[in-house]
Nanobody, 130 residues
Framework: VQLQASGGGSVQAGGSLSLSCTTS????????MGWFRQAPGKEREFVAA????????YYSDSVKGRFAVSRDNAKKTVYLQMNSLKSEDTAVYYC????????????????????????WGQGTLVTVSS
């Protein structure tokens, strides 16, 4: 399964960006999808995740209320709309796919754990200037 993230760029604080992640997965709708980010010198951290049908979404506290994750299974694409961007949002953003076979999405908070994800995109850089 290949993931291709796009949409990164430079923006001023307070601005918006929209990231997209397309996949080659034949059964895209069977994957939970996540967004993670990694700032220079820091560990990769969870940003957002969305369930197979898009019914459930989860966010880190740092982006809750500002970012929105969505997906279009027909287009095999997951999106991350980022609003009210801050300089601390500067990072390389990665999309990831989780072949989650559990009946309850994100049970035990697994969707927050990068180790649960099976496939990763190459990352797209978001730079927010203050």
């Amino acid at each position: 399964v290949q993931l291709q993230a796009s949409g990164g760029g430079s923006v001023q604080a307070g601005g918006s960006l929209s990231l997209s992640c397309t996949t080659s997965a034949r059964t895209f709708s069977s994957y939970g999808m996540g967004w993670f980010r990694q700032a220079p010198g820091k560990e990769r951290e969870f940003v957002a995740a969305i369930s197979w049908t898009g019914s459930f979404a989860y966010y880190s506290d740092s982006v809750k209320g500002r970012f929105a994750v969505s997906r279009d299974n027909a287009k095999k694409t997951v999106y991350l709309q980022m609003n009210s961007l801050k300089s601390e949002d500067t990072a390389v953003y990665y999309c990831a796919a989780d072949r989650d076979l559990t009946p309850i999405y994100c049970e035990g908070n697994r969707c927050y754990d990068l180790n649960e994800y099976d496939y990763w995109g190459q990352g797209t850089l978001v730079t927010v200037s203050s």
